[in-house]
């Protein structure tokens, strides 16, 4: 019999599957795919043409010491939207990966839309 853990890796997987499908990134419109784990989040804007990685950004890179994960998050979407636009990326197809839409997904989304992305 599987242990528990593995059967939630297997699921979390099949989700990512399904979501990677749907989408793809150009150069006009990169795909923004989102990491996020127990302590930190990334984000990075995709070329799927050329597999390049157009521009990053990490909570590490946040000064805020005292923020929870939503305040993290809200700031980590307006500085990928700020490097984004100084890149000349305007538009991006958003990868949520398998995480829901809510929480810190949903607060980097909607800073990243405010700093001036259409998602």
Known sequence: MKNLQKIKLEKRIRRKIRTR????GTAKRPRMAI??????????????DKSKTIVSATDKE??????????????LGKLIGEKAIKAGVKE????????????????????????????
């Open 21 to 24: 499908a749907k989408i793809f």
């Open 62 to 75: 946040i000064k805020s010491k005292k923020a929870n994960g939503v305040e993290i998050a809200t700031q």
């Open 92 to 119: 991006v197809v958003f990868d949520r990966s398998s995480y829901k839409y809510h929480g810190r997904v949903k607060a980097f989304a909607d800073a990243a839309r405010k700093a001036g992305l259409k998602l």
């Open 35 to 48: 990491f996020r784990s127990l302590k930190h989040i990334s984000v990075q804007l995709i070329d799927d």
